[in-house]
Every structure is written in structure tokens, then in C-alpha cells.
């Protein structure tokens, strides 16, 4: 069966640090990888998604970037975090073929930016 | 533009009682898809259903019902006798039937926090 793992689970920076948020698939081969973020008291909002490896499509301009080296492997980033990128951040997967957008989900990441 | 609108921000219900989540959506296709999630307090989101533009039967799983009209672009989630375990955040989403990474591009509500006291 295919599992996703994120981590850290939870994390608190100071602004201006650095950040890298990791996931991982597991059990699954190409999956189409995506970040979203949830907002306190917002829906979920999709930051970037990838087809495979090194293909990264933006859905939001901001200053977080994301990576995919490995194909289960999707990393999210940011050189120098704004106290608005706290949240709380999730990755998810889903297949490639046509109308396999069920969306399976990590744990989640909870950033806070001080 | 696509909008998904879930109206009631916080539902507090007492074991037993059946409970409804409204979702209404705004889109200019005319095929699309419509989900809802599940957050239990953990965060981690549970799929619970999804639904083609062109399919409006209704659907029961268990203690679940959906109701899809697309006249009045609504997609309610009923829950009957709820349980204590159904309290979470309920998520409702649209999305286009899309090919490629960009399907995956869900348009989700701001949620319903379903309380379900003892």
C-alpha cells in the first residue's frame, strides 16, 4: 500500500531563517506531488505541484520554492521566511492518469514563524 | 472563477443527532469534480467521497449521505446519528477535470468544525 510521510511535524523559526520541509511516498512509482498550505481560519491552498523529477509548476508567487530530486521526494524551501508563511503545510500525492485526482495526504508540517 | 462556499464556520451537535454540512460551489464548467475531506484534529486529511459533474445520484456509506444538486450547485454531506468520533473538520472541494499534475489542483472551502458532544 502506499504511504506519505512529512516531516519535521512541527517546526518554529525565527523570520528570516531558513526553511525545508521534506516528503516522501512510498509504495507508489511517478506520482504527481503537490504542497498545499493550510491558513488558520482558511481553506487549503495549492503552492506548487510536480509531474516528475525537476518539474515544478507554481499555483501561488511567494518566496517558498519546492524541489523534487528523487521521484517519491518533494521538498519544500524558503531562504528567508516571512511571519506570514506560518500555516500549516501539507503534502499530498495522487496518480497521473487522467482523472486520478483523489488527493492522499501526509500528516502534515506545522510551521510558525516568530 | 471557481469558489467553494461553506457557510457554516462551526456546528456543535450532541451524540446521536443527524447533522448536515452545506456546500455550495461557483464554476463556469461544465464538468467537474466535487470531494470532501475529512480533518480530524490530528490534521491529516481523510478522503470521504468524490463526485462527477455528470453522476447527481445520491450516495449512502454507512452513516454518510451525500446530497449533490447541480441546480442549485450545492454538494451537502449528512451525517446520521453522528458519534463523538465524527467531530473534525469537514473540507469541501471542486475541482476542473484536468489532465496532468494540474488535476490535482483542488479549490477547497474554509471549512465546517463539526463538534460531536457525548
Known amino acids: 500500500s502506499q504511504t506519505i510521510h512529512q516531516w519535521p511535524a512541527t517546526l518554529v523559526q525565527p523570520v528570516g531563517s531558513p526553511l525545508s520541509l521534506e516528503c516522501t511516498v512510498e509504495?507508489?512509482?511517478?506520482?504527481?506531488l503537490y504542497w498545499y498550505r493550510q491558513a488558520a481560519g482558511r481553506g487549503l491552498q495549492l503552492l506548487f505541484y510536480s509531474v516528475g523529477i525537476g518539474q515544478i509548476s507554481s499555483e501561488v508567487p511567494q518566496n517558498l520554492s519546492a524541489s523534487r530530486p528523487q521521484d517519491r521526494q518533494f521538498i519544500l524551501s524558503s531562504k528567508k521566511l516571512l511571519l506570514s508563511d506560518s500555516g500549516f503545510y501539507l503534502c499530498a500525492w495522487s496518480g497521473t492518469t487522467p482523472g486520478a485526482n483523489v488527493l492522499t495526504f501526509g500528516a502534515g508540517s506545522r510551521l510558525t514563524v516568530l | 472563477a471557481q469558489k467553494v462556499t461553506q457557510a457554516q464556520t462551526e456546528i456543535s451537535v450532541v451524540e446521536k443527532e443527524d447533522v448536515t454540512l452545506d456546500c455550495v460551489y461557483e464554476?463556469?464548467?461544465?464538468?467537474?469534480?466535487l470531494f470532501w475531506y475529512k480533518q480530524p484534529p490530528s490534521g491529516e486529511l481523510v478522503f470521504l467521497i468524490r463526485?462527477?459533474?455528470?453522476?447527481?445520484q445520491n450516495e449512502i456509506s454507512g452513516r454518510y449521505s451525500w446530497n449533490f444538486q447541480k441546480s442549485t450547485s450545492s454538494f451537502n454531506f449528512t451525517i446520521t446519528a453522528s458519534q463523538v468520533v465524527d467531530s473534525a473538520v469537514y473540507f469541501c472541494a471542486l475541482s476542473e477535470i484536468n489532465y496532468g499534475g494540474s488535476q490535482g489542483n483542488l479549490i477547497f472551502g474554509k471549512g465546517t468544525k463539526l463538534s460531536v458532544k457525548p
Open positions: 463526485r462527477n459533474s455528470f453522476d447527481e
Open positions: 509504495g507508489t512509482s511517478n506520482p504527481n
Open positions: 464554476t463556469r464548467d461544465t464538468t467537474y469534480y
